[in-house]
């Protein structure tokens, strides 16, 4: 890459130095100040899969897929940034192992049923593996809205009974201050045994 593209090209691999990290700001994070247009390739490995907006990058090209596939999310998130949006599409090319290699590792298989799960459970807005992939809304955000009587918790119930008898008998709240905390009740039923 170093011999086709030169300087425009940047390398991120291992521990990152404040310098390589000011080149990564100026050319990928566009919402930080001090702009450059020196570097157009960022070739780096998961070390950057969090912590740095590359929102100035329009593709993430992965050439290799975890069995987790929240790290290649991850990858995609660096520049898929709310609010900080430089291209109206992105582009996420993966490179596959051959099928000898798929049959051996698998990594494939595992990643897209693991991905069918994260999308199941908690939805996606973006097209991660595959170009028949269909994202779906967030099938966890409508089980948390739904609101059954019958799945009201034991706490719940408790505090919508507190809140409906502090608001009946207003002075209760104020004399329950004075109570020492950490405060142990029985039953009263003191029987003596003979």
């Known amino acids: 890459l170093e011999k086709e593209f030169g300087e425009k090209l940047l390398t991120a691999i291992g521990n990152v130095s404040k310098q390589t990290s000011l080149a990564i700001l100026s050319n990928f994070d566009a919402s930080y100040k001090e702009k450059e247009d020196k570097h157009y390739i960022l070739l780096t490995t998961d070390k950057l899969s969090e912590g740095f907006n590359l929102s100035r990058a329009g593709a993430v090209i992965n050439y290799d897929i975890p069995w987790n596939p929240v790290r290649v999310i991850q990858r995609v998130g660096r520049i898929n940034r709310i609010g900080a949006k430089v291209y109206s599409e992105l582009y996420i090319v993966n490179f ?92 009263g039923d003191k029987r003596k045994s003979s």
């Open 96 to 187: 596959f192992p051959t099928q000898k290699g798929a049959d051996i590792t698998r990594s494939r298989e595992i990643a897209q049923t693991k991905m069918f799960m994260i999308h199941n459970i908690l939805g996606e807005d973006a097209k991660i593996f595959d170009p028949g992939e269909e994202p779906k809304p967030a099938e966890l955000y409508h089980r948390i809205n739904q609101y059954k009587e019958e799945d009201e918790s034991f706490i719940t119930k408790l505090r919508k009974e507190y809140a409906e008898l502090t608001k009946k008998y207003p002075y209760l709240q104020e004399s329950l201050k004075d109570l020492p905390p950490r405060l142990k009740v029985s039953n």
